[in-house]
């Protein structure tokens, strides 16, 4: 029998009650996500598990590397059977990874299976999961809707033209709310390949003719009228590091014209560019209610071969340790001293800045919502039972766990709903102990009011969805 029962990661009979009781049946909002819309809208049915598993699962890939199997049979040209029997092979030796109960959980609650997948079983899930795939149920919107989602945004670039949420949003046989999400990575980035040709994109997507920084700003600005048109709540930002570098308008547009003609600018000029960019963004997104997330502390691509072979996203890279403290305040404060800090969810890959997270949360909170400035959920390679553990610990330390807003997928897998589960559980089984260990009293109301305000109504409210 599979490890997935009703007790799984639930340590007392505190922790299930306030799973099962408060936390189990709620909807899931998943604020955040990188699934693409036009496969929700064409409700995909996927051939095989395969294709629903594998295809752009940078996070199986690197299971799957790390157990000596040659690229060909990753991300390569061997068939979909070759590829599920590679990850299957691996799965077993990654004990301790969340990869082991993601799958598990995936297997049981999407397909039945209560076995554990491994190089001898992979013949029978693979027939299993290929055969239930072909039932109405199993189709990307059949898969939303029985993991009960009640909202997906997605991370969408300024130029999109967001055809996929329009088409969504007018089939009114489809109950889940889609909205776009503004990640404007490529305009910022000015140091970057590929700057100037993404600015005569933006130019023509927005209508206005680009000669300066301060027309990208206006037609940045002209984007995000158009998505939130359609429903955005929220913009994201995918930085190596927090930048917070002042400069002239002067320096900015001489920054910018050099950069437009084809010279390099140094790492510090693209740090003011790019902080003049931010903040203008910043105040644009407290005018419109968007709140604004900030993802920092990765290095990517960090090997040379794979990436000119695979390109990113493929599984190559890992964390930082920069110090973005300083930068941090100083970028916060910049907004804050005119009135126009919006809503901001921190993330950073590091997870040895928790502490420093939480503790910059107390100095920028507002009456906008409860807990306005957000220390967001563990991310990524942090995305593990204790590395959510320790989020939230730390969270409560240092500043209002009640007031979290809870889980996200950041995930490309129609799938991988069921990590919203493994986050309930674990929040459960924290609040549980702590009960049970007499730290927190046993208040039913109040213990209520806090499993479902993290699991979903934080959310909710904070996003105004």
């Given amino acids: 029998m599979g490890i997935i029962n009703d007790s799984f990661i639930l340590k007392t009979e505190t922790a299930k009650r306030l799973y099962e009781s408060y936390a189990k049946n709620l909807p899931i909002i998943d604020y955040h996500c990188h699934i693409n819309p036009r496969e929700i809208y064409e409700n995909r049915k996927f051939e095989n598990i395969a294709q629903v598993w594998l295809g752009g699962d940078h996070y199986k890939w690197r ?9 060909s049979k990753i991300t390569g040209d061997a068939d979909d059977r070759t590829k599920f029997q590679m990850f299957a092979e691996a799965l077993p030796m990654a004990i301790g990874n969340p ?10 609650r999407y397909f039945g299976y209560d076995g554990i997948l491994n190089g001898e ?10 055969a239930k795939l072909q039932e109405d149920s199993m189709t990307v919107r059949g898969l939303i809707e029985q993991s009960n989602v009640a909202v997906i945004g997605t991370t969408d670039d300024p130029i999109d033209s967001l055809e996929w949420h329009i088409k969504i949003a007018a089939d009114k046989s489809f109950k889940t709310k889609v909205v776009p999400s503004f990640r404007p990575d490529k305009a910022v980035n000015i140091e970057k390949a590929g700057f100037v040709e993404y600015i005569a994109q933006l130019s023509a997507a927005s209508g206005i003719e680009i000669k300066s920084a301060a027309d990208v700003k206006a037609a940045l600005t002209n984007r995000l009228d158009f998505f939130c048109s359609l429903g955005c709540k ?6 190596d590091y927090v930048v917070y570098s002042e400069a002239t308008d002067a320096e900015i547009e001489s920054i910018f014209a050099r950069a437009m003609a ?3 600018v140094s790492q510090d000029e693209a740090d003011a560019y790019k902080t003049a960019i931010l903040v203008h963004l910043g105040r644009e997104y407290h005018g419109r209610d968007v709140v604004m997330q900030l993802h920092y502390g990765a290095i990517r691509n960090t090997n040379q071969r794979m990436f000119e072979k695979l390109g990113p996203d493929t599984g190559y890279d890992c964390i930082s340790t920069f110090d973005c403290s300083k930068n941090i305040t100083r970028f916060l404060n910049a907004l804050e001293v005119d009135g126009k800090l919006p809503k901001t969810i921190l993330y950073s890959l590091n997870p040895a800045d928790n502490q420093m997270l939480d503790t910059i949360l107390g100095c920028f909170q507002g009456t906008e919502a ?3 400035i957000q220390h967001g959920s563990a991310w990524w390679f942090n995305d593990t039972k204790t590395g959510m553990e320790d989020q939230i610990k730390s969270l409560a330390n240092l500043s209002l766990l009640g007031n979290f807003v809870g889980m996200l ?9 069921t990590r919203h589960e493994y986050f309930r559980r674990i929040l459960c089984n924290v609040i549980g102990q702590w009960v049970e260990d007499g730290e927190y009293p046993d208040d039913e109301a109040t213990l209520k009011k806090i499993i479902e305000g993290i699991s979903y109504y934080n959310a909710e409210k904070y996003f105004g969805f």
């Avoid at 997928?409 to 709903?417: A, G, H, I, P």
């Fill in 63 to 71: 299971v799957i590397r790390s157990n000596g199997v040659e690229e």
């Fill in 99 to 108: 990869m082991f109960h993601w799958t598990m959980l995936e297997l049981k």
């Fill in 121 to 130: 079983t992979a013949e029978e899930v693979w027939n299993l999961c290929n």
């Fill in 234 to 239: 929220a913009s994201d930002h995918g930085l």
């Fill in 262 to 264: 084809g010279e390099t």
């Fill in 370 to 372: 409860r807990g306005k």
């Fill in 409 to 417: 997928t950041d995930s490309r897998s129609f799938l991988s709903y």
